[in-house]
């Protein structure tokens, strides 16, 4: 009972984190966490942080391949087995980048029509417009460069609007911005 083995509780360890991963992932506001993680990640302790996990985790997938090669008796059959182990890792890392970057870039295609159309003749379109960027700085849903470029772009069209719904609109984001300072 006292002596415990590794690769048990390796296993289970692995196990519960990707069952918290995968309930993280299927809750509801996880596409501002990722932004929250993303903006973290670009800090100096973030990369740190990634580095370190990163090279834990290369230490411990080393010695497991190590300890596969050496406990091996066929060890044509043990590199074969490392690299198909080294390949499904990596098919996962590509699979997680992926799912993850497809809907940043939607929401960057979004935003990005959103202030184009800021600028459109029709003033339903530009109310629209405010109104969607507007609930993407409410849900915290942008990158702080973002809610600094609605910020000019909102106090530009404060001083350029000449309908009335639009610039209380804008008016009205704009207190938003000032009195959400995390940004």
């Known amino acids: ?54 090279g834990g985790f290369g230490a411990i997938s080393s010695y497991i391949a190590l300890d596969i090669w050496s406990n091996a008796q066929n060890r044509w059959l043990a590199t074969g087995l490392i690299l198909q182990g080294f390949g499904t890792f990596v098919t996962l890392g590509l699979l997680s980048w992926q799912l993850l970057s497809t809907p940043r870039k939607k929401q960057e295609n979004k935003y990005q029509e959103w202030v184009s159309q800021l600028t459109d003749v029709n ?18 849903q942008l990158t702080p460069i973002q809610v600094k470029q609605i910020r000019g772009y909102f106090r530009l069209m404060l001083n350029q609007e000449t309908e ?17 300072r995390h940004f």
């Open 123 to 140: 003033v339903l379109k530009r109310l629209i417009a405010v109104e969607n960027l507007s609930n993407l700085i409410e849900n915290k």
């Open 1 to 54: 009972m006292l002596d415990w083995d590794p690769k048990l509780v390796g296993a289970t360890l692995t196990g519960m984190g990707l069952m918290g991963v995968i309930y993280w992932v299927q809750t509801g506001k996880w596409q501002s966490r990722w932004i929250c993680f993303y903006e973290f990640s670009q800090t100096l302790h973030g990369k740190l942080a990634i580095a370190v996990i990163g």
């Open 164 to 180: 009335i719904m639009v610039s209380q609109a804008v008016l009205q984001c704009c207190q938003m911005l000032d009195n959400t």
